[in-house]
Structure formats: C-alpha cells, structure tokens
C-alpha cells in the first residue's frame, strides 16, 4: 500500500538551491526525489547513531573484561598477520 505524501516548504540558501538544481537536472531527479534522498540518508544516520548511543551505554554497563580482552586479541591475531598491511 504506498505511503501518503505530504507537501512542505523548505527555505535554503540561493547557493545550495543552484548546485542542487545543476545536478537534479543532469540526474534527471525530481526536487522532491533530492529531498527523498536526502532525507533517507539523514535518517539512516540518525538510526546509527542511536545504536551506536546504545552499544556504547550497554559497554559501560559491562565493558569486557581482562580475560575477554586477551582471548579476542590471540583470536585475532592470525587473521591480522595475514593481512598485506
């Protein structure tokens, strides 16, 4: 079932709107289809950050311990030692 649109009105510098209208243009993308985009990436940023937010107030909770530290560092090392760094 498609979602419902719903209109805005936005106000951005003259600069931006001309840069933006240059490649919509060349991409053959509508106004709305930038603002889409555009959207769609802010968002995801926004989700990924709060998971980091929330994997980094889980480690506080129970940061690893010594013993878990070590068995992932010897884990590791082979893989890394494979690498042409």
């Known amino acids: 079932m498609p979602t419902r649109a719903v209109k805005v009105a936005i106000t951005i510098p003259e600069g931006e709107f001309r840069e933006v209208e240059a490649i919509r243009k060349r991409l053959k993308i509508t106004r709305s289809g930038v ?15 709060q998971l980091d937010r929330k994997y980094q107030a889980a480690y506080r909770r129970r940061p690893e311990l010594k013993n878990e530290i070590s068995t992932q560092q010897a884990l590791a090392m082979p893989a890394l030692m494979s690498e042409d760094w």
Do not use: K, P, Y
């Open 35 to 49: 603002i889409l985009r555009a959207l769609e990436h802010w968002l995801a940023a926004q989700r990924e950050a």
